[in-house]
């Protein structure tokens, strides 16, 4: 009976057994070309704090009765890959909780949502959308997601992809941007 090796060193050799393998599978690569493409740097994603949450009332009352309908953005996940032409794909899908308010006489709910891409401080191209949002079987909410939504962005040798970032938020009308205005909580620093 051979006696017990200590856990530490039975996890280095099997780490050098992997390794091993992974060494030869990578050098079995290089082929005609010496370089290495890495997926493009994907764009910054912002949400603007007054389009984060959507309301829709029925009437000018804001109060609960009125409530039709209550959204948030919950996340966003993509990805960005090469593209042709001078171009780098980005691929969005955003997470969306939507609730129904008891003055809502539907089961659905249609709220209109935008994507924006901004480079320099300029809107360069922004795009509406509609989630459309069912509330089957009596329910009073719902986690959702979009479907994936593909952004072209043109680079160069000047033009980079991560020079650009993305806005996302909901398409408010005038009274409702007034209204999450009005009722954002925005964070108090203080000195220490």
Do not use: W
């Amino acid at each position: 009976m051979s006696p017990a090796l200590p856990l530490a060193r039975l996890r280095r050799m099997a780490l050098k057994f992997c390794m091993v393998p992974t060494l030869a599978v990578v050098g079995g690569c290089s082929g005609a070309t010496d370089s290495i493409d890495f997926a493009p740097a994907c764009p910054v994603v912002e949400i603007p704090s007054e389009a984060a949450d959507y309301y829709q009332y029925s009437g000018s009352d804001h109060d609960i009765t009125h409530l039709i309908a209550r959204a948030s953005l919950t996340r966003v996940v993509g990805s960005c890959e090469a593209g042709s032409q001078r171009n780098v794909i980005t691929g969005l899908k955003i997470g969306l909780h939507v609730e129904r308010g008891p003055a809502s006489h539907v089961n659905f709910v249609n709220i209109p949502y935008f994507v924006a891409v901004v480079f320099n401080g300029d809107i360069k191209s922004k795009k509406e959308f509609v989630a459309h949002v069912s509330f089957e079987d009596g329910r009073m909410q719902d986690l959702t997601h979009t479907g994936n939504i593909p952004i072209a962005l043109p680079v160069s040798r000047r033009v980079h992809s991560d020079q650009y970032h993305i806005e996302i938020g909901f398409q408010l009308t005038k009274a409702q941007l007034d209204f999450n205005r009005a009722h954002l909580v925005m964070p108090t620093f203080h000195k220490m």
